[in-house]
């Protein structure tokens, strides 16, 4: 019983701490972002600003739901509870001390939740029963599935050479020198398809206001939109996460943390630095570049083992 009760406290703070983390990585984006473009950036409310995040959770939420009134209101409500629910369940395969759960596929149960983020992307835009939330939801499904196919064959190349599909093995495979140095194009093309798995710039087809109108969410607001956005970092932070403890760690230690913001640096980076792609481009350097590289590199792997893995 005291398992079960230490088990639940632990995911309780896991998940306030990365709803907090969210909040504050707003905040740290929209420094970044003013310091890239020489402005100020938020500073009024609290110290140097630290309280505009909830300053902004407070206005978003008292403003006025809207509906329109041919959308389908379940699905329309339901849509993005489900997409935060499914980027919060991500962080159970997290490697604790103790208290978590000991998830020998966790690598797996990654792939298949992170496959199951395109069904409220695409429920958001069909619900809405808007054109450019219809479109904006199509380009952002197609994207999301054209890199994650890149990305599960990084994944594959990185348990045949670990022998485990376990995050913690993965992490201790690392003790002597980091997966990046060892396969610096797998840790290459994981980083750019993490962008463009979170929809973040410059891979920002479903959000490109320009063209979009804000794109698959153009239709939410108060709640709605404000559980969208918290969904979208939380998968930012998980991603971030996620490339630390695959090419950047050797223990699990708080220094996996540290490196996670140090990755969402370079995410935001990243974003007040490059401009948009044209969307043809995206979709050609997923299929026509990344798939066979990654595939090649796979093959490679393959015939440099030894002995077939036992998992």
Known sequence: MLEYTLMIVVYLILLVSVLVSVAFVTLVEQKILASAQIRVGPNYTGLTGLLQPFADAVKLLSKEGVTTRMSSF????????????????????????????????????????????????????????????????????????????????????????????????????????????????????????????????????????????????????????????????SSLLFMSFMFSVLFLSSSVTPMVLFKSLVIIFVFVWARCSLPRYRYDKLMSLAWKSFLPVTLLLFMYYLSMSESSPVF
């Open 74 to 233: 379940k699905i329309y409500y339901l849509s993005p509870v489900v997409m935060l629910s499914l980027s919060l369940v991500l962080w159970s395969g997290y490697v604790f001390e103790m208290g978590g759960v000991d998830l020998s596929y966790s690598l797996l149960v990654f792939m298949c939740l992170s496959g199951m983020m395109v069904y409220p992307l695409l429920m958001m835009g069909w619900s809405s029963n808007c054109k450019y939330s219809m479109l904006g939801s199509l380009r952002a499904v197609a994207q999301m599935v054209s890199y994650e196919v890149s990305m599960a064959v990084v994944l594959l190349s990185l348990v045949w050479s670990s022998w485990s599909f376990n995050y913690y093995d993965l992490v201790s495979n690392q003790l002597l020198i980091w997966n990046i140095f060892l396969y610096t194009p797998l840790g290459y093309i994981w980083l750019v398809s993490s962008l463009a798995e979170t929809n973040r710039s410059p891979y920002d087809f479903a959000e490109g206001e320009s063209e979009l109108v804000s794109g698959f969410n153009t239709e939410y607001s108060s709640s709605g939109f404000t559980l969208i956005f918290m969904s979208e970092y």
